[in-house]
T-cell receptor, first 112, second 110 residues
């Protein structure tokens, strides 16, 4: 069974631009969560989607948004990029809350 | 607010040693606790998941225990190998989301 895939793997953007990251979960998994990882803040929860509905949201500004499609694939969007948005963005999928989460390789975003 | 702490932050040991990594959390109302491994620049690999009703889980040389009442978990690594070098993260899942600790960076030298 294929694992969680994320595209693109690396991205360089300029301040003020916007970016869209994509995540394809493991087949059959309906829950997709997004996390931001930085050296200073560690791993922080962004949001979780289940069956196309956002179930939970972390403490991030409204510039961070996401959605989930009917095939469970998910995208996250960051608008008006700031230097501090440079991070590794990780996506994880699971069958449902309380079950093991399986992480993708991440998208490394650099904002210049 | 759930807070997860891992001690030590870094550990360097010779090959063959048995290790204990510690994780503590402040809110015992959790669904489960998960241990992950992260190699530099990579995503996370799930190692063990302990449901809140369980006390421990084992996989190969790894054993994780959970004491919900005291808010503690330990990851025991037996007979460490250089390939075990990585950052180990614990995470607790509560009613809404997964909260991660800051990790223990482990280096096992030959």
């Amino acid at each position: 069974k294929a694992g969680v895939t994320q595209t693109p793997r690396y991205l360089i953007k300029t301040r003020g631009q916007q970016v869209t990251l994509s995540c394809s979960p493991i087949s059959g998994h309906r829950s997709v969560s997004w996390y931001q990882q930085t050296p200073g803040q560690g791993l922080q929860f962004l949001f979780e989607y289940f069956s196309e509905t956002q179930r939970n949201k972390g403490n991030f500004p409204g510039r961070f948004s996401g959605r989930q499609f009917s095939n469970s694939r998910s995208e996250m969007n960051v608008s008006t990029l700031e230097l501090g948005d440079s991070a590794l963005y990780l996506c994880a999928s699971s069958l449902k809350t309380g079950k093991s989460q399986y992480f993708g390789p991440g998208t490394r975003l650099t904002v210049t | 607010k759930q807070e997860v702490t891992q001690i030590p932050a870094a550990l360097s040991v010779p090959e063959g040693e048995n290790l204990v990594l510690n994780c503590s959390f402040t809110d015992s109302a959790i669904y489960n606790l998960q241990w992950f491994r992260q190699d530099p620049g990579k995503g996370l690999t799930s190692l063990l998941l302990i449901q809140s009703s369980q006390r421990e889980q084992t996989s190969g040389r790894l054993n994780a225990s959970l004491d919900k009442s005291s808010g503690r978990s330990t990851l025991y690594i037996a007979a460490s190998q250089p390939g075990d070098s990585a950052t180990y993260l614990c995470a607790v899942e509560g009613t809404d989301k997964l909260i991660f600790g800051t990790g223990t960076r482990l280096q096992v030298f030959p």
